[in-house]
């Protein structure tokens, strides 16, 4: 079997097996030929490699999905289909309980993209790493790479990254639910409506050697794809090549992939917690101690599998679904209970941690244990921000918000940590 036909027999089987994907006819005008039951993973930090030559415009990675599961379509420099056409990234948005992917697209002005922060010109909002300058695109020093390559059509505008970048700290990869908030301008709608020319069959084949390239999958990487960025498409076509050869991607790893969203109930809940900081339905106190519960079941979860070669049995999951259940009243009660507190600045920062652990859990990159060792940090940082609330009638001294902050950056290095150490979720078992 050569390796061309190799590559389109996943997108093919992936896209009619209706127990994953589920089409509707509103989501198909709106271009969304794909939805998926569970959230894709984070957004990987990578380094973008340089210009393969003037003429080319920069596609950002995605995470992409077939019958293996979630895999990453590394990013790379393209060639527009035509003068005075930009490309719209296509992303992940969340409705109706589902996933969806809205496929990329070019045209004369960037839509939307679901507010996602694909860095080096893509920043949630338009485009700001070049522009058509007179038939020609020119490029912006302040965000392209040019490695040894002489540009003679370049600028720099720095102030245009700065207006048009969404602070995105936790690399969320999708839109709506726990994701990115984001809604369309005026201007991006009116984008949507123009005329709009389909990935170039380039594309399509970039995305479809990453199909069956096997350390591209999720669930074999854990959200760090061996290949992230690829200076041209020929140069990954060699890659991909290779490892299809030397590991080509088996029926167990479909089997897998298919069902690699490790931890999700766990990161439901501290995705809850998150929400309810943000916007005042929960107090530092409250979600001290939904924090305290949550920290108490990751543990549990993690020593059952460390005694049961990273599984749980049934009843152990059973128990742990309970556990959850209860956790998950807690959380609606506190929410629901008339207690609530002005959005502030310490909350937000609370909310960010508790987002931050939430995505750990969600792509692979933390365990239950090193989620438990968070979430008890931050019923510490919690409750302190509470009882000193208490204590002074509702507020934080200036001294005391300077405390809590250099307790919170003292977690985020912890939550860092624990997502790079290379210690990963078990993709295969709840």
Same mark, same amino acid.
């Given at each position: 079997?050569?390796?061309?036909?190799?590559?389109?027999?996943?997108?093919?089987?992936?896209?009619?097996?209706?127990s994953?994907?589920?089409?509707?006819?509103?989501?198909?005008?709106?271009?969304?030929?794909?939805?998926?039951?569970?959230?894709?993973?984070?957004?990987?930090?990578?380094?973008?490699?340089?210009?393969?030559?003037?003429?080319?415009?920069?596609?950002?990675?995605?995470?992409?999905?077939?019958?293996?599961?979630?895999?990453?379509?590394?990013?790379?420099?393209?060639?527009?289909?035509?003068?005075?056409?930009?490309?719209?990234?296509?992303?992940?948005?969340f409705?109706?309980?589902?996933?969806?992917?809205?496929?990329?697209?070019?045209?004369?002005?960037?839509?939307?993209?679901?507010?996602?922060?694909?860095?080096?010109?893509?920043?949630?909002?338009?485009?700001?790493?070049?522009?058509?300058r007179?038939?020609v695109?020119?490029?912006?020093?302040?965000?392209?790479?040019f490695?040894?390559?002489?540009?003679?059509?370049?600028?720099?505008?720095?102030?245009?990254?700065?207006?048009?970048?969404?602070?995105?700290?936790?690399?969320?990869?999708?839109?709506g639910?726990?994701?990115?908030?984001?809604?369309?301008?005026?201007?991006?709608?009116?984008?949507?409506?123009?005329?709009?020319?389909?990935?170039?069959?380039?594309?399509?084949?970039?995305?479809?050697?990453?199909?069956?390239?096997?350390?591209?999958?999720?669930?074999?990487?854990?959200?760090?794809?061996?290949?992230?960025?690829a200076?041209?498409?020929?140069?990954?076509?060699?890659?991909?090549?290779?490892?299809?050869?030397?590991?080509?991607?088996?029926?167990?790893?479909?089997?897998?992939?298919?069902?690699?969203?490790?931890?999700?109930?766990?990161?439901?809940?501290?995705?809850?917690?998150?929400?309810?900081?943000?916007?005042?339905?929960?107090?530092?106190?409250?979600?001290?101690?939904?924090?305290?519960?949550?920290s108490?079941?990751?543990?549990?979860?993690?020593?059952?599998?460390?005694?049961?070669?990273?599984?749980?049995?049934?009843?152990?999951?059973?128990?742990?679904?309970?556990?959850?259940?209860?956790?998950?009243?807690?959380?609606?009660?506190?929410?629901?209970?008339?207690?609530?507190?002005?959005?502030?600045?310490?909350?937000?920062?609370?909310?960010?941690?508790?987002?931050?652990?939430?995505?750990?859990?969600?792509?692979?990159?933390?365990?239950?244990?090193?989620?438990?060792?968070?979430?008890?940090?931050?019923?510490?940082?919690? /409750?302190?921000?509470?009882?000193?609330?208490?204590?002074?009638?509702?507020?934080?001294?200036? /001294?005391?918000?300077?405390?809590?902050?250099?307790?919170?950056?003292?977690?985020?290095?912890?939550?860092?940590?624990?997502?790079?150490?290379?210690?990963?979720?078990?993709?295969?078992?709840?």
């Amino acid at each position: 079997m050569s390796f061309q036909s190799r590559i389109r027999t996943p997108l093919l089987h992936g896209l009619i097996v209706a127990s994953m994907l589920i089409l509707t006819t509103s989501q198909a005008r709106a271009g969304v030929f794909i939805s998926v039951g569970f959230a894709p993973p984070a957004l990987p930090v990578y380094v973008q490699p340089p210009l393969p030559a003037p003429g080319f415009i920069w596609s950002p990675g995605y995470w992409a999905y077939g019958d293996a599961g979630y895999y990453w379509v590394p990013g790379v420099w393209v060639h527009p289909p035509g003068v005075g056409l930009l490309w719209t990234p296509g992303y992940w948005g969340f409705a109706g309980g589902f996933y969806g992917w809205h496929v990329g697209y070019w045209g004369p002005h960037v839509g939307f993209y679901g507010g996602v922060n694909y860095g080096f010109g893509y920043g949630g909002v338009g485009f700001f790493g070049g522009e058509w300058r007179g038939g020609v695109f020119a490029y912006n020093s302040a965000v392209a790479n040019f490695g040894s390559v002489h540009v003679a059509n370049v600028y720099e505008n720095r102030t245009i990254v700065e207006q048009n970048t969404i602070v995105n700290a936790s690399h969320v990869s999708f839109n709506g639910g726990s994701g990115i908030s984001a809604r369309p301008s005026t201007m991006e709608m009116q984008a949507e409506q123009e005329n709009h020319i389909q990935p170039t069959p380039n594309q399509m084949r970039h995305q479809d050697f990453a199909a069956q390239d096997r350390s591209q999958l999720a669930s074999v990487n854990n959200g760090h794809p061996t290949t992230m960025a690829a200076s041209n498409i020929s140069s990954y076509h060699q890659v991909a090549q290779q490892h299809v050869q030397s590991q080509p991607i088996s029926a167990a790893d479909r089997s897998v992939g298919s069902q690699y969203h490790p931890n999700e109930r766990e990161a439901n809940q501290d995705q809850r917690i998150a929400n309810g900081l943000r916007s005042g339905q929960m107090t530092s106190g409250e979600a001290a101690r939904a924090e305290r519960t949550q920290s108490k079941i990751d543990q549990q979860v993690h020593a059952y599998r460390v005694a049961n070669g990273g599984k749980l049995t049934n009843p152990e999951k059973q128990q742990i679904n309970q556990e959850q259940n209860a956790a998950s009243r807690q959380i609606y009660n506190e929410k629901h209970n008339g207690a609530t507190v002005t959005p502030n600045e310490v909350n937000n920062r609370e909310a960010n941690q508790q987002q931050r652990t939430d995505n750990g859990l969600r792509s692979g990159q933390m365990t239950s244990g090193e989620a438990a060792r968070t979430n008890a940090n931050q019923a510490k940082v919690a /409750q302190q921000v509470h009882n000193e609330r208490v204590a002074n009638g509702g507020a934080l001294t200036a /001294q005391q918000k300077q405390q809590a902050n250099r307790a919170e950056n003292k977690n985020s290095r912890q939550i860092y940590n624990e997502k790079h150490n290379r210690v990963t979720a078990n993709p295969p078992h709840k």
